[in-house]
């Protein structure tokens, strides 16, 4: 595995230093790391040079591939001039002022506000805290507790894990901290029974006003939902769903909080994830391909709902990070922007590779492995079955999704499995022929996992 006595000693050192994160220490130890040495376009490279192409974008991140010397370069150049200054006492920066302005240019008439942070479950903690100091100020100090979603991820800091559904993080750490509670995601293909699609979507959405019975809505602050489900399985909600839980959150008097972490920044082949589904939430958390991944930032979208109150009635509001709106993030994040803009991704996603990805990942619904193959944009969810006919799923999910990654990589292509879904979410630059290779190798993935597993 490691072919240079350089890069040799550096997985020896890694194993002997450095934690990851999501790991099995005692596991990756002893398989020993791979090293990522370099990377263009959709592919990446590793220490024996082997080239795959990535399938997931880094971790949902680099919206516009790898290797953008603009984004280098903008970097370079405000590091040079200023590398840091801070917005805590009167100041800003001009990379910082300028870019909040951009993103609220795409965000809606009713957005027009960012608060920066360095990362999504930063910004989870951020819209956290202006959910129940907006609710405080008008007088209604009684709601403060948050709805979110079973399977949701929001982020690691104690805020993020606890509003996140995923069981084996609320496992470790004591979590959920009290005030969050969670209600079932819209996951038809294992839960939806006999009802239909869009039957379902309704009955999960109205969990939420079931929810907000239970806790008495003079005690609730908000829900939170990602638009699409990412690391819980890119899980697309019914038709039905989001219309009804805006419905719901508006009749109740609860904010809307849509984390846009993921399906921000051109991956549904909108700007914003909530302009797709055609809702309008108060808050939503972005990070991710805000700068493609190239340096860390995340923010909060502020409506002009909370804004109002936030800036006129609170005084001081008592949060922010060091790094809150860094120049050199913040300049790069600029220069992404600049190529999402110049090189019109998000309309590309909309209207020409979005739906060519969305045929040849459909085209695997035909595979006897596969119970369906659900997209958007450039995010796709393909759902493995034991049996089709009665949507049987495989007794051990985890075994079959590794399974099949696992075949991915040794073919040359990065995937993402959640249980028994495969997750694809490639940057938004990829071309046909590497969509093609993507779904090649997947299918002979799928060949070999029904040529291989008993059933
Ligand atoms: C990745 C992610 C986060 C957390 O972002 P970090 O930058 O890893 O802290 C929050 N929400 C969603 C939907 C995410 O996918």
């Known amino acids: 595995m490691n072919d240079t006595p350089h890069l040799s000693n550096l997985a020896a050192i890694d194993a002997a230093h450095h934690i990851h994160p999501f790991s099995d220490m ?160 819209p996951y038809w293909y294992a839960d939806g029974g006999d009802l239909s699609r869009d039957e379902f979507g309704l009955k999960m959405a109205r969990e939420l006003n079931d929810k907000i019975d239970e806790l008495g809505e003079e005690n609730v602050a908000a829900f939170v939902a990602e638009p699409i489900q990412g690391a819980g399985g890119v899980i697309v909600p019914p038709d039905t769903y989001w219309p009804e839980i805006a419905r719901i959150c508006k009749a109740r008097n609860i904010l809307l909080v849509s984390d846009e972490v993921i399906c921000g920044f051109g991956r549904l082949g909108s700007w914003f994830g909530y302009q797709h589904f055609g809702v309008e939430p108060d808050l939503a958390p972005i990070a991710k391909g805000l700068s493609s991944g190239y340096l860390p930032i995340g923010g909060v979208l502020v409506s002009d709902r909370v804004a109002d109150v936030l800036l006129n009635e609170v005084g001081d509001f008592n949060h922010g990070f060091t790094y809150s709106g860094h120049p050199v993030a913040a300049a790069a994040a600029l220069a992404n922007l600049a190529i999402i803009e110049g090189e019109k991704l998000v309309e590309r996603v909309r209207d020409d590779i979005g739906p060519y990805f969305a045929a040849r990942w459909k085209s695997l619904e035909d595979h006897e492995m596969v119970g369906e193959a659900q997209c958007v944009g450039l995010i796709g969810g393909l759902q493995i079955t034991a049996d089709k006919a009665t949507r049987r799923r495989f007794e051990k999910p985890d075994a079959i999704g590794a399974a099949v990654r696992n075949y991915c990589l040794e073919h040359g292509l990065v995937m993402r499995a959640t249980g028994d879904r495969m997750l694809a979410s490639p940057a938004l630059t990829i071309s046909r022929p590497e969509v093609d290779e993507m779904i090649g190798t997947l299918e002979a993935a799928l060949d070999h996992l029904r040529d291989t597993t008993p059933r």
């Not at 007088?139 to 069981?167: C, D, E, F, P, W």
């Open 26 to 185: 005692k596991e990756l130890n002893a398989k020993g790391t791979r090293i990522i040495t370099r990377a263009e376009g959709v592919y990446i490279y590793d220490q024996t040079g082997k080239k795959y192409l990535d399938g997931f974008a880094g971790l949902w991140c680099v919206n516009v591939g790898y290797g953008r010397r603009e984004i280098a370069e903008a970097a370079f150049r405000q590091m040079q001039e200023l590398p840091y200054y801070n917005a805590f006492f009167g100041t800003t920066t001009e990379p910082t002022t300028l870019l909040a302005q951009k993103i609220a240019s795409h965000a809606g008439p009713h957005m027009n506000r960012v608060f920066f942070t360095n990362s999504g479950s930063e910004a989870t903690d951020t819209w956290f805290r202006m959910a129940r100091v907006y609710w405080k100020a008008l007088g209604k100090g009684t709601k403060t507790q948050v709805i979110a979603r079973k399977n949701g991820y929001h982020g690691s800091t104690v805020a993020g894990a606890s509003l996140g559904g995923m069981k084996s993080m609320h496992e470790q750490g004591s979590l959920p901290i009290e005030g969050v509670h969670h209600i079932g995601q």
